[in-house]
């Protein structure tokens, strides 16, 4: 009898100490654990977060690029946790889309400054439109106003005083060609180019859809503007995981100097750093 009290003694050590040995192994790994990022962009041209993915990967986080093909999934995706972050806007199209969709998101960072431009097949300069030409420009708030705004600089149109960096085309209040102002989804304006004279097309839309917007446009917006800080681009996430040490690496490595190197070498000013 006592040989078998010793015996199931020593089972039951045995056992409590393997137990206590599995125990461990999850919590050895979870600190190795790697990381996941999920980031929504606009279009098919990752460059820059390619190159991200690769230092990330060094930390045991994975960078997965998930791509949109409009200006609303993004934010949504975001703010429905689809996503845990993106990068395809402005400062000032997210704060009023966040306003306008009561989103409760918030802004990590600026990364770029992507000049909008102005492209024609059928005009090498804005000065040869025609009475009456089209123009298309963007069909939301933010992109369409900076569109208005553009042609304000380029002389074309006149706005309200007052109509701040929002205006529609109702604020025009001089329009001596009579331009007939065509506003479109912003992502499917270059397939419609052939069917105006002139088109306000966004930087990363016009990239996507093989302009160079140095080389292609007959007229780029003016980035040493004040009023272009408007239109920094920015990294946005949740509110909630503003602080969240993954998510702010992700700020982090991309606001370097090997970055904005990178940025330069890649786009040769048609896309600057705004950090």
């Known amino acids: 009898m006592k040989r078998f009290v010793s015996i199931f003694?020593?089972?039951v050590l045995m056992l409590g100490t393997l137990a206590?040995?599995?125990?461990?192994?999850?919590?050895?790994?979870?600190?190795?654990?790697k990381k996941v990022i999920k980031l929504g962009i606009t279009g098919n041209d990752p460059k820059?977060?390619?190159?991200?993915?690769?230092?990330?990967?060094?930390e045991n986080i994975d960078l997965q690029i998930v791509s949109f093909n409009?200006?609303?999934?993004?934010?949504?995706a975001l703010a429905e946790g689809e996503i845990d972050a993106n990068a395809f806007q402005t400062i000032a199209y997210f704060n009023k889309f966040k306003e306008d969709h009561n989103l409760d998101l918030t802004s990590l960072g600026y990364t770029v400054l992507a000049p909008m431009g102005m492209y024609s097949?059928?005009?090498?300069?804005?000065s040869e439109l025609k009475d009456g030409g089209k123009i298309a420009i963007p069909n939301d708030a933010t992109n369409g106003g900076r569109a208005l705004l553009l042609l304000q600089d380029a002389g074309l149109i006149k706005l309200r005083d007052g109509s701040g960096i929002t205006p529609t085309v109702k604020d025009i209040v001089s329009n001596p060609k009579n331009l007939q102002i065509v506003e479109l989804v912003a992502t499917q304006i270059p397939?419609?180019?052939?069917?105006v004279d002139a088109a306000a097309i966004n930087n990363g839309v016009a990239v996507d859809a093989g302009y160079n917007p140095i080389k292609d446009s007959i007229y780029l917006e003016d980035t040493k503007k004040e009023s272009t800080k408007n239109y920094f681009n920015i990294i946005a996430v949740r509110t909630k995981d503003k602080d969240n040490p993954t998510l702010k690496r992700l700020i982090e490595v991309y606001q370097t100097d090997e970055t904005k190197k990178l940025i330069e070498e890649i786009y040769k000013g048609a896309v600057i750093p705004a950090f």
């Open 70 to 76: 409009d200006y609303i999934r993004p934010n949504m």
């Open 9 to 11: 003694l020593t089972l």
């Open 20 to 33: 206590g040995c599995t125990s461990s192994k999850p919590a050895a790994s979870s600190q190795g654990e």
């Open 48 to 58: 820059i977060w390619n190159e991200l993915k690769k230092k990330l990967a060094k």
């Open 191 to 195: 397939r419609s180019i052939d069917d």
């Open 121 to 126: 097949k059928k005009i090498k300069s804005l």
